[in-house]
Nanobody, 122 residues
Framework: VQLQASGGGLVQAGGSLRLSCAASGTRLTINDMAWHRQAPGKERELVAAVTSGGSTNYADSVKARFTISRDNAKNTVYLQMNSLKPEDTAVYYC?????????????????WGQGTQVTVSS
């Protein structure tokens, strides 16, 4: 299983960015997907998550500003970030829980993407 994230960058406060993360592999079922972030000197925190059925949950700090969505056909999760604030500056990581049917037994696992930098200037 591989996760490829993209879409980070530098934006001014009040601006928007859209992150994407695609999961690839053979004979996979992707279950929950999520975005986490880690700011310098801080612990990694959950930003938003979405189930395979489309149920979502958000950190209080991003509610009403960020929207998580997914395309199950493409095994891709998105994070639309609006009204960005300097405190949103962090490395953003996607994460996916999966079932791998490619071997003699079914393997359940969790995979992390490589991280993409989001910087919001004031």
């Amino acid at each position: 299983v591989q996760l490829q994230a993209s879409g980070g960058g530098l934006v001014q406060a009040g601006g928007s960015l859209r992150l994407s993360c695609a999961a690839s592999g053979t004979r996979l079922t992707i279950n929950d997907m999520a975005w986490h972030r880690q700011a310098p000197g801080k612990e990694r925190e959950l930003v938003a998550a979405v189930t395979s059925g489309g149920s979502t949950n958000y950190a209080d700090s991003v509610k009403a500003r960020f929207t998580i969505s997914r395309d199950n056909a493409k095994n891709t999760v998105y994070l639309q970030m609006n009204s960005l604030k300097p405190e949103d500056t962090a490395v953003y990581y996607c994460e996916a829980d999966y079932l791998d049917f490619g071997g003699p037994t079914v393997v359940a696992g969790r995979k992390w993407g490589q991280g993409t930098q989001v910087t919001v200037s004031s």
